[in-house]
């Protein structure tokens, strides 16, 4: 496990005063099974999915773009025609 002291972004926090702020890594740690929260697959499941509706809901704003500009579009091809 490394350890590494950082100051929160925009901030002149000395060691001895002011917010500070720890980072960990915990690449080459191991836990024993009976630690372990749930399947493993479980949580790549869960990640998928979150990641799935994401896309999902970039598709459906996108969508709703084109259909606002299309309406437009519309409008005023409408209104050239009727003047």
């Known amino acids: 496990m490394r350890r590494r002291d950082t100051a929160p972004r925009g901030s002149t926090a000395s060691a ?13 740690s191991r836990s024993p099974k009976n630690a372990l929260l ?22 459906d704003v996108a969508a709703g773009i084109c259909d606002r500009a299309a309406f437009e579009a519309s ?9």
């Open 16 to 28: 001895d005063c002011g917010p500070r702020n720890r980072e960990i890594s915990l690449d080459e």
């Open 38 to 59: 749930g399947e493993s697959a479980t949580a790549q499941d869960r990640d998928e999915l979150v990641l799935d509706n994401g896309r999902y809901s970039v598709a």
């Open 75 to 83: 409008v005023s091809y409408a209104k050239e025609r009727s003047s």
